[in-house]
Protein backbone atom coordinates (compact mmCIF):
# COMPACT_ATOMS: atom_id res chain seq x y z
CA UNK A 1 0.00 0.00 0.00
CA UNK A 2 1.18 3.37 -0.70
CA UNK A 3 2.03 5.94 2.24
CA UNK A 4 -0.13 8.81 0.22
CA UNK A 5 -3.54 9.13 -0.52
CA UNK A 6 -5.15 11.11 -3.19
CA UNK A 7 -8.87 11.87 -5.49
CA UNK A 8 -9.06 8.90 -8.02
CA UNK A 9 -10.15 11.65 -10.83
CA UNK A 10 -10.74 15.50 -11.51
CA UNK A 11 -11.86 17.38 -14.46
CA UNK A 12 -11.21 21.06 -15.62
CA UNK A 13 -11.21 23.40 -17.89
CA UNK A 14 -8.66 25.08 -19.81
CA UNK A 15 -7.58 28.01 -18.32
CA UNK A 16 -8.84 27.49 -15.11
CA UNK A 17 -6.82 26.48 -11.86
CA UNK A 18 -6.45 23.24 -10.72
CA UNK A 19 -5.82 22.12 -7.46
CA UNK A 20 -4.88 17.93 -6.35
CA UNK A 21 -4.48 17.51 -2.96
CA UNK A 22 -2.50 14.85 -1.21
CA UNK A 23 -2.92 13.26 2.57
CA UNK A 24 0.19 11.48 3.91
CA UNK A 25 -0.23 11.29 7.15
CA UNK A 26 2.55 9.24 8.40
CA UNK A 27 5.35 11.51 6.44
CA UNK A 28 8.19 10.83 8.03
CA UNK A 29 10.98 14.16 9.59
CA UNK A 30 13.16 13.04 6.33
CA UNK A 31 11.00 12.59 4.09
CA UNK A 32 10.45 14.87 0.96
CA UNK A 33 7.38 15.26 -0.91
CA UNK A 34 7.25 15.14 -4.63
CA UNK A 35 5.21 15.22 -7.61
CA UNK A 36 4.93 13.51 -10.80
CA UNK A 37 3.25 13.89 -14.36
CA UNK A 38 2.66 10.55 -16.02
CA UNK A 39 1.22 10.79 -19.93
CA UNK A 40 0.36 7.10 -21.43
CA UNK A 41 3.14 4.94 -22.97
CA UNK A 42 5.85 7.51 -20.72
CA UNK A 43 7.28 6.81 -17.31
CA UNK A 44 6.64 9.24 -14.19
CA UNK A 45 8.00 12.91 -15.09
CA UNK A 46 8.98 14.83 -11.89
CA UNK A 47 7.29 18.15 -11.51
CA UNK A 48 7.54 19.71 -8.16
CA UNK A 49 9.70 18.83 -5.13
CA UNK A 50 9.56 20.65 -1.66
CA UNK A 51 9.84 19.91 2.07
CA UNK A 52 7.61 22.87 3.60
CA UNK A 53 6.15 25.93 3.24
CA UNK A 54 5.47 26.88 -0.63
CA UNK A 55 7.60 26.12 -3.55
CA UNK A 56 7.54 27.70 -7.26
CA UNK A 57 8.58 26.45 -10.33
CA UNK A 58 7.75 27.42 -14.39
CA UNK A 59 5.11 25.02 -14.05
CA UNK A 60 3.26 24.44 -10.98
CA UNK A 61 3.55 25.43 -7.43
CA UNK A 62 3.37 22.89 -4.48
CA UNK A 63 1.85 23.76 -0.70
CA UNK A 64 2.26 22.40 2.21
CA UNK A 65 1.16 23.29 5.77
CA UNK A 66 3.36 23.31 8.79
CA UNK A 67 2.14 19.71 9.83
CA UNK A 68 3.60 18.71 6.42
CA UNK A 69 0.17 16.00 6.70
CA UNK A 70 -0.95 17.39 3.25
CA UNK A 71 0.15 18.79 0.09
CA UNK A 72 -1.34 20.61 -2.33
CA UNK A 73 0.00 20.82 -5.93
CA UNK A 74 -1.46 23.85 -8.13
CA UNK A 75 -1.41 24.00 -11.89
CA UNK A 76 -2.31 27.49 -13.09
CA UNK A 77 -4.47 27.53 -16.42
CA UNK A 78 -4.46 24.30 -17.28
CA UNK A 79 -4.24 23.38 -21.12
CA UNK A 80 -5.77 19.96 -22.61
CA UNK A 81 -1.75 19.20 -22.68
CA UNK A 82 -2.25 18.74 -19.00
CA UNK A 83 -4.58 15.48 -19.58
CA UNK A 84 -2.57 13.15 -17.20
CA UNK A 85 -2.71 11.62 -14.06
CA UNK A 86 -0.39 12.97 -11.41
CA UNK A 87 1.64 10.87 -8.73
CA UNK A 88 2.68 12.21 -4.86
CA UNK A 89 4.93 10.87 -2.98
CA UNK A 90 7.08 11.40 0.47
CA UNK A 91 10.19 9.45 1.08
CA UNK A 92 13.37 9.87 2.69
CA UNK A 93 16.23 8.03 4.32
CA UNK A 94 14.48 5.08 5.89
CA UNK A 95 11.37 5.75 5.06
CA UNK A 96 11.23 2.13 2.91
CA UNK A 97 9.41 0.65 0.33
CA UNK A 98 5.87 1.70 1.28
CA UNK A 99 7.26 5.67 0.42
CA UNK A 100 8.14 4.20 -2.70
CA UNK A 101 5.27 2.74 -3.63
CA UNK A 102 3.28 5.12 -5.76
CA UNK A 103 -0.45 4.93 -5.27
CA UNK A 104 -3.49 5.21 -8.07
CA UNK A 105 -2.50 8.59 -8.60
CA UNK A 106 -5.20 11.37 -9.54
CA UNK A 107 -6.32 11.35 -13.08
CA UNK A 108 -6.93 14.93 -14.37
CA UNK A 109 -9.03 15.33 -17.56
CA UNK A 110 -8.67 18.60 -19.20
CA UNK A 111 -12.16 19.98 -21.50
CA UNK A 112 -11.71 22.31 -23.58
CA UNK B 1 22.57 14.97 -19.73
CA UNK B 2 21.46 11.48 -20.85
CA UNK B 3 18.07 10.07 -18.58
CA UNK B 4 17.77 6.69 -17.69
CA UNK B 5 17.95 4.51 -20.31
CA UNK B 6 15.97 1.52 -21.11
CA UNK B 7 16.09 -1.57 -23.20
CA UNK B 8 14.71 -3.00 -25.16
CA UNK B 9 11.70 -0.56 -25.53
CA UNK B 10 9.65 -3.51 -26.50
CA UNK B 11 9.59 -7.18 -26.01
CA UNK B 12 7.29 -9.97 -27.28
CA UNK B 13 8.35 -13.73 -26.33
CA UNK B 14 6.19 -17.05 -25.77
CA UNK B 15 6.04 -17.96 -22.15
CA UNK B 16 8.53 -20.35 -20.83
CA UNK B 17 11.61 -18.10 -22.73
CA UNK B 18 13.71 -16.00 -20.43
CA UNK B 19 13.66 -12.35 -20.29
CA UNK B 20 16.45 -9.92 -19.69
CA UNK B 21 15.39 -5.97 -19.28
CA UNK B 22 18.36 -3.73 -18.58
CA UNK B 23 18.65 -0.24 -17.75
CA UNK B 24 21.70 2.30 -17.13
CA UNK B 25 20.95 5.07 -14.47
CA UNK B 26 21.67 8.69 -14.85
CA UNK B 27 25.87 8.94 -14.05
CA UNK B 28 25.89 9.83 -10.10
CA UNK B 29 22.92 8.39 -8.80
CA UNK B 30 23.30 6.62 -5.78
CA UNK B 31 19.62 5.08 -6.05
CA UNK B 32 18.23 2.57 -8.67
CA UNK B 33 14.77 1.62 -8.93
CA UNK B 34 12.66 -1.26 -10.54
CA UNK B 35 8.94 -1.05 -11.06
CA UNK B 36 6.24 -2.78 -13.09
CA UNK B 37 2.82 -0.86 -14.40
CA UNK B 38 -0.27 -2.37 -15.46
CA UNK B 39 -3.84 -1.36 -15.58
CA UNK B 40 -5.10 -3.34 -12.71
CA UNK B 41 -2.30 -2.74 -10.11
CA UNK B 42 -0.87 0.47 -11.04
CA UNK B 43 2.77 1.23 -10.24
CA UNK B 44 4.55 -1.28 -7.98
CA UNK B 45 7.91 -0.81 -6.85
CA UNK B 46 9.46 -4.39 -6.99
CA UNK B 47 13.16 -3.77 -6.11
CA UNK B 48 15.59 -1.00 -5.66
CA UNK B 49 19.40 -0.30 -4.75
CA UNK B 50 21.42 2.15 -3.24
CA UNK B 51 25.12 1.94 -4.53
CA UNK B 52 24.27 -1.22 -6.25
CA UNK B 53 23.09 -3.39 -3.13
CA UNK B 54 19.80 -4.19 -3.27
CA UNK B 55 17.61 -2.63 0.02
CA UNK B 56 14.16 -4.16 -0.18
CA UNK B 57 13.12 -6.72 -2.63
CA UNK B 58 9.87 -7.99 -1.43
CA UNK B 59 8.03 -6.35 -4.05
CA UNK B 60 9.42 -9.23 -6.56
CA UNK B 61 6.62 -11.23 -6.95
CA UNK B 62 8.26 -14.63 -6.67
CA UNK B 63 11.36 -16.71 -7.35
CA UNK B 64 11.31 -16.32 -11.04
CA UNK B 65 11.91 -12.83 -10.92
CA UNK B 66 15.86 -11.67 -10.15
CA UNK B 67 17.64 -8.35 -10.68
CA UNK B 68 21.56 -7.51 -10.55
CA UNK B 69 23.31 -4.20 -10.46
CA UNK B 70 26.91 -5.31 -10.70
CA UNK B 71 28.36 -1.54 -11.09
CA UNK B 72 27.07 1.89 -10.55
CA UNK B 73 25.92 2.37 -14.68
CA UNK B 74 24.19 -0.81 -15.34
CA UNK B 75 21.20 -3.24 -13.91
CA UNK B 76 19.02 -5.99 -15.22
CA UNK B 77 15.68 -7.12 -14.45
CA UNK B 78 15.94 -10.69 -15.17
CA UNK B 79 12.46 -13.23 -15.52
CA UNK B 80 12.71 -16.80 -16.11
CA UNK B 81 10.41 -18.57 -16.58
CA UNK B 82 8.68 -15.87 -17.85
CA UNK B 83 4.48 -16.15 -18.23
CA UNK B 84 1.74 -14.54 -19.69
CA UNK B 85 0.87 -12.63 -16.16
CA UNK B 86 4.33 -10.88 -16.31
CA UNK B 87 3.16 -8.62 -19.55
CA UNK B 88 3.56 -5.39 -18.26
CA UNK B 89 5.30 -2.40 -18.61
CA UNK B 90 8.40 -2.25 -16.52
CA UNK B 91 10.07 1.02 -15.94
CA UNK B 92 13.27 1.84 -14.11
CA UNK B 93 14.36 4.91 -12.24
CA UNK B 94 17.27 6.27 -10.56
CA UNK B 95 17.64 8.91 -7.91
CA UNK B 96 20.70 10.92 -6.46
CA UNK B 97 19.85 10.73 -3.42
CA UNK B 98 17.75 9.70 -0.44
CA UNK B 99 14.47 11.95 -1.12
CA UNK B 100 15.40 13.41 -4.39
CA UNK B 101 13.27 12.94 -7.19
CA UNK B 102 13.18 10.03 -9.01
CA UNK B 103 13.69 10.02 -12.75
CA UNK B 104 12.32 7.38 -14.70
CA UNK B 105 12.93 5.79 -18.19
CA UNK B 106 10.93 5.06 -20.85
CA UNK B 107 10.10 1.78 -19.86
CA UNK B 108 9.83 -1.63 -21.66
CA UNK B 109 6.58 -2.80 -22.81
CA UNK B 110 6.48 -6.94 -22.46
CA UNK B 111 4.32 -9.13 -24.27
CA UNK B 112 4.49 -12.83 -22.66
CA UNK B 113 2.50 -15.24 -25.38
Known amino acids: LAKTTQPISMDSYEGQEVNITCSHNNIATNDYITWYQQFPSQGPRFIIQ???TKVTNEVASLFIPADRKSSTLSLPRVSLSDTAVYYC?????????????FGSGTRLQVQP | DAGVIQSPRHEVTEMGQEVTLRCKPISGHDYLFWYRQTMMRGLELLIYFNNNVPIDDSGMPEDRFSAKMPNASFSTLKIQPSEPRDSAVYFC???????????FGDGTRLSIL
Open chain 2, 93 to 103: ASSSRDGQPQH
Open chain 1, 50 to 52: GYK
Open chain 1, 89 to 101: QSWGRGTGRRALT
